[in-house]
């Protein structure tokens, strides 16, 4: 990737690239939702394409949607491009809009509108553009939102040069570097942001006209009611004020319309459209109860991928400790249906293909032998490793990427949807923990599985406590086993060296499904040994479980979950692994049997600490039945 080309002087260079990151963080301590903008370099824009618009679109996939005030993915972003630009999410995202005075038309547009209108003194910000007297004429002034108004992005609506930033827009921030090589800069005399006054809110508001037959007199007769109605109505449901509607529509009847209105005919438009909720008025109709008749429900059989563990339509979970072969037991499944073969105790199928999200196997050293040992038809396996955009952008995918994922799925009439884990998939700013956060993500995945006809296998890792019932076991919110039809429990089998149990630990579909015992032989084949006698909970509260493992294999499995999401600073792990009661001396050793890497970040920068490029080696195989 390109970066900023060096400057004379480094520790300028450097002062800079801890001023962005300073400010950014402190923009998202204030509430406002930041993002990181490409920079301009040497050769134009970091992007690496040819680029009209240097240093002021985004780095990161999601574009605006990525925008947050989590301190700790902010902070992340700026270790990763430390001469990143500071973009501010504008409108209902950050509670804020912004004035933008681009040029001398913008400048010349401004004082043709203070003739009329003042503009209250506010927070401004200087933008690096440049006019040909080589004084800067680019100006942003920021102002809150009133009654958190749905105000849209405007260009050109106030006049020449003035644009509007709102909800589904952002504006470049100090200290960013524009393409001038100025940086964008605050203003001495603004330091108080201040609310938008709301004749603004009403011109930006105003809709366009281009469905009414506007002569070059103004609004004709049999035109104006319906007009100015319309004007109201987009007022109304971008939750403007009466008195703003009120100003805004006889401004626009003294001016537009020809002949005018009579002032209480204006007035009682006013009032036709205010007497609905805030919003839009159609939403009053469509707001009510829907109500469904269950003799109007056509009862329908569960269809099956593995009867009665894995159903297809839905989501089933896939839970255990690391190194008891969760991806082995994935990759067999998967295997055994792109041959269509049946798994034990099941029905032969046709030949299916399977997607396989991942983040932690490599495919070269881990995936393609595995599968190829385990008799699979690579054909039919497909691997998700994150998303590509027009320009050829690399990015990550998540689980909230539904409509990318049903694309991938319908193309390739996927009947198998794998994610492992479940935690490199649920997003930077999802916390596994927080059921309002996981369960949009867990209800629109479900969603995806019954719209597309697949069934859907997450793995993920169980949390450090003992004993218990297995439901409350997963790692993450309880919502996530709440989402699921099924879920699977996967641990080692008491007194059987090498042999692993899964066992049912819930359904809601019927009956539990009978334990099975399993084991990987040296060849890398996954061996069924038939039914086992213990049920779930019996596995988690049996002495072979995580509460016997030594100091070494609990700080394993601590960094491969820590560092799963990727690289992270090597003195936030020592403190974190400390407070899970992990030793300094047994955290290198874990380090040393997990090959992790230790690499400065950037100039001066933190060392961090990262899993090998090959997350699974040959010691995570289980030891191979007798």
């Keep these: 990737m390109k970066t900023l080309a060096p400057t004379r002087d480094a520790g300028k260079r450097e002062a800079a690239e801890n001023s962005l990151l300073q400010e950014a963080l402190r923009y998202a301590a204030r509430g406002w939702r930041v993002l990181p903008l490409h920079s301009p370099i040497a050769q134009g824009c970091s992007c690496g394409m040819k680029c009209d618009n240097i240093g002021k679109h985004p780095r990161i996939v999601r574009g605006l949607k990525g925008a947050t005030t989590n301190a700790a993915i902010v902070r992340g972003w700026w270790e990763q491009w430390p001469n990143a630009n500071v973009g501010i999410a504008t409108g209902l995202a950050s509670g804020i809009i912004v004035l933008d005075i681009d040029g001398e038309d913008g400048q010349n547009s401004l004082k043709l509108l203070e003739a009329s209108e003042q503009l209250p003194r506010t927070l401004r910000a200087h933008s690096g553009r440049v006019g040909p007297d080589g004084e800067r004429n680019g100006h942003h002034f920021y102002f809150t939102l009133p009654n958190r108004v749905d105000l849209r992005n405007s260009a050109g609506r106030l006049g020449k040069g003035l644009d509007v930033r709102a909800s589904g827009g952002y504006i470049v921030a100090p200290p960013s570097l524009h393409s001038s090589r100025l940086r964008y800069e605050w203003h001495c005399d603004g330091s108080t942001i201040v609310e938008a006054p709301q004749w603004l809110i009403a011109r930006a508001s105003k809709p366009a006209l281009a469905s009414v037959a506007v002569s070059q007199e103004g609004i004709p007769k049999g035109q104006r009611n319906p007009t100015l109605t319309s004007l109201a109505g987009t007022m109304h449901k971008r939750r403007m004020s009466r008195s703003s509607i009120q100003a805004a529509l006889l401004e626009e009847n003294r001016r537009q319309c020809h002949p005018p209105l009579p002032e209480e005919e ?12 805030q919003g839009a008025a159609a939403q009053s ?40 072969g969760k991806t082995f037991l994935s990759l067999d499944l998967a295997a055994s ?17 399977v997607l396989y999200l991942t983040q932690e196997n490599s495919p070269a050293h881990v995936l393609r032998p595995r599968f190829d040992a385990l008799g699979g038809d690579a054909t039919r396996f497909f691997i998700v490793r994150g998303t590509l955009c027009d320009d050829g952008t690399p990015g990550n995918i998540t689980l909230g990427d539904t409509e990318q994922l049903e694309e991938v799925i319908k193309k390739h009439n996927v009947r198998l949807v794998v994610i492992d884990p479940l935690q490199s998939f649920l997003g930077g700013d999802v916390d596994a923990h927080r059921a309002n956060q996981t369960r949009p993500i867990m209800d629109g995945v479900g969603n995806l599985a019954e719209r597309t006809g697949c069934a859907v296998l997450i793995t993920r890792h169980l949390s450090k406590g003992t004993g218990g019932s297995a439901i409350y076991r997963g790692m993450g919110s309880i919502d996530f086993t709440g989402t699921a039809r099924s879920e699977l429990l996967v641990a080692r089998e008491p007194e059987q060296e090498g042999r692993v149990v899964m066992a049912h630990s819930k359904t809601n579909l019927g009956k539990f499904g009978p334990s099975l015992a399993y084991s990987i032989d040296s060849a890398g084949k996954l061996q069924w040994h038939g039914e086992s006698s213990f049920r779930a909970d019996d596995l988690l509260t049996a002495p072979s479980t995580a509460d016997e493992r030594s100091a070494l294999e609990e700080a394993v499995d601590f960094l491969k979950e820590e560092l799963a999401d990727g690289s992270k600073p090597a ?39 990262s899993l090998p ?14």
Aim: proline residues 8%; hydrophobic residues 45%.
């Design 266 to 277: 204006v007035m009682s438009v006013i009032a036709s459209v205010t007497r609905y909720p």
């Design 285 to 324: 109709k469509l707001r009510r109860a829907e109500v469904l008749c269950l003799a109007d429900v056509q009862a329908e059989e569960v269809d099956w991928l593995w009867e009665p563990y894995i159903p297809l339509k839905m989501i089933t979970l896939l839970s255990g400790d690391p190194g008891v």
């Design 337 to 353: 249906l792109t041959q269509g073969r049946a798994m034990l105790n099941g029905a032969e199928t046709a030949p299916g293909n």
């Design 571 to 609: 003195i936030d792990v020592r403190a974190k692994a400390q407070a899970n009661g992990i030793s300094p001396a047994t955290l290198r050793r874990a380090q040393t049997a997990l090959k992790v890497t230790k690499r400065p970040q950037g100039f001066k920068g933190p060392w961090m600490l």
């Design 613 to 626: 490029t090959v997350a699974q080696d040959s010691s995570e195989l289980l030891t191979p039945a007798p």
